[in-house]
């Protein structure tokens, strides 16, 4: 299969996820918080997980948490990471409990692993904003 030289290949979103893509734009991490039990998940989905419910409202997380899983790419798998590796991608455990998908950005040299405290913070990569996180460990702030 033969890529594109340029730009990025997007996912297909469904439409019950899109708020959390639009929220991404707007640097915002929005995750889904059911309405009877108060559990909170993601990606967006039709019934909440925990209790059935289909009462679910868009909420904005702290965009905080910690690295549950990651891993790092050290060989370029489309033409547009040729020059990125080796990068990492993370699941990453929100302070309010779901897992979402993002980069890792790290100061250069800045270590990190399971368990490293992280923020939101965002990337401009073919117009669209892409969520990545920050490694915090050791911030004072
Ligand atoms: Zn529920």
């Known amino acids: 299969m033969e890529y594109p030289k340029e730009g990025v290949i997007w996912p ?8 959390f893509y639009k929220g991404m734009q707007q640097h915002k991490v929005l995750i889904q918080q059911c309405l009877a039990c108060k559990t909170f ?3 967006g989905r039709i019934t ?3 209790c059935g419910s289909n009462q679910l409202e868009w909420v904005e997380a702290k965009g905080t ?14 033409p ?9 991608v993370a699941l990453v455990e929100l302070d309010e409990g779901p897992r ?3 980069h890792i950005e790290t100061n250069s040299g800045q270590e990190y692993n399971v368990g490293s405290s992280v923020r939101a913070c965002y990337k401009t990569i073919d117009k669209n904003e892409l969520l990545y ?8 702030s």
């Not at 297909?12 to 708020?19: F, I, Q, R």
């Not at 547009?80 to 990492?88: E, F, H, I, L, R």
């Not at 996180?133 to 004072?140: H, I, L, M, S």
């Open 12 to 19: 297909v979103v469904p439409d019950v996820a899109k708020p």
């Open 100 to 102: 979402v998908m993002g």
């Open 65 to 78: 948490g910690t690295i549950y899983s990651y891993v790092v790419f050290h060989r370029s798998f489309h």
């Open 48 to 50: 909440c997980d925990h």
């Open 133 to 140: 996180f920050q490694v915090t460990d050791g911030d004072k």
């Open 80 to 88: 547009y990471y040729d020059d990125k590796v080796p990068y990492t």
């Open 41 to 43: 998940q993601a990606p």
